[in-house]
T-cell receptor, first 113, second 113 residues
Framework: DSGVTQTPKHLITATGQRVTLRCSPR?????VYWYQQSLDQGLQFLIQ???????AKGNILERFSAQQFPDLHSELNLSSLELGDSALYFC????????????FGAGTRLSVL | QKEVEQDPGPLSVPEGAIVSLNCTYS??????FMWYRQYSRKGPELLMY????GNKEDGRFTAQVDKSSKYISLFIRDSQPSDSATYLC?????????????FGPGTRLSVLP
């Protein structure tokens, strides 16, 4: 168990809908990262937050947004969902003293029908 | 040139074999080097991390970093069917802004009993 908690584990929704994925980082970790992984593909970095502020942005679509709250948990919001958004979404966290060693959650499996 | 390249695989070996997994990278600023194991549809699990050049051993796993060649390796001794997974290399550089880390695309390993 990495200590990173993601909810829900599975999400099934329809095209055009909006969903929110939640991540609780390991105790003491200040950075949260979001990734998308489509079937048999590599990890696609979406966005990183550090202590409530956006630190780095990857290939995140404009339909997607994220935030990190004062208690350090993070939410990834996906809107106007398309079939192609079906994927595994992972959250990772790190202490981020500069070494960037990330610990991953179990992921949320999103199915858009 | 891609920032990190990894042997594409898939790689199939018999049980008990020594496995060598490799990555090359282009950014000389990377200082931290990680290996993750990802079972199908699960979150990546941190196996090992090293700082700068050198070797690090943990049980059947040995990580090697050659910064002068920008080349890192993970060796698995006495491979087991339970080692069958996708292995991701990752590396990071110190920095407070922007994306200072990268993941390789992964090598899928199958250890046959």
């Amino acid at each position: 168990d990495s200590g990173v908690t993601q909810t829900p584990k599975h999400l099934i929704t329809a095209t055009g809908q909006r969903v929110t994925l939640r991540c609780s980082p390991r105790s003491g970790d200040l950075s949260v990262y979001w990734y998308q992984q489509s079937l048999d593909q590599g990890l696609q970095f979406l966005i990183q937050y550090y202590n409530g502020e956006e630190r780095a942005k990857g290939n995140i679509l404009e339909r997607f947004s994220a935030q990190q709250f004062p208690d350090l948990h993070s939410e990834l919001n996906l809107s106007s969902l398309e079939l192609g958004d079906s994927a595994l979404y992972f959250c990772a966290s790190s202490v981020d003293r500069g070494e960037g060693i990330q610990y991953f959650g179990a992921g949320t499996r999103l199915s858009v029908l | 040139q891609k920032e990190v390249e990894q042997d594409p695989g898939p790689l199939s070996v018999p049980e008990g074999a020594i496995v060598s997994l490799n990555c090359t990278y282009s950014n000389s600023a990377f200082q931290y080097f990680m290996w993750y194991r990802q079972y199908s549809r699960k979150g990546p699990e941190l196996l090992m991390y090293t700082y700068s050049s050198g070797n690090k051993e943990d049980g059947r796993f040995t990580a090697q970093v050659d910064k002068s060649s920008k080349y890192i390796s993970l060796f698995i001794r006495d491979s087991q069917p339970s080692d069958s997974a996708t292995y991701l290399c990752a590396m990071s550089a110190r920095g407070n802004y922007g994306q200072n880390f990268v993941f390789g695309p992964g090598t899928r390993l199958s250890v046959l009993p």
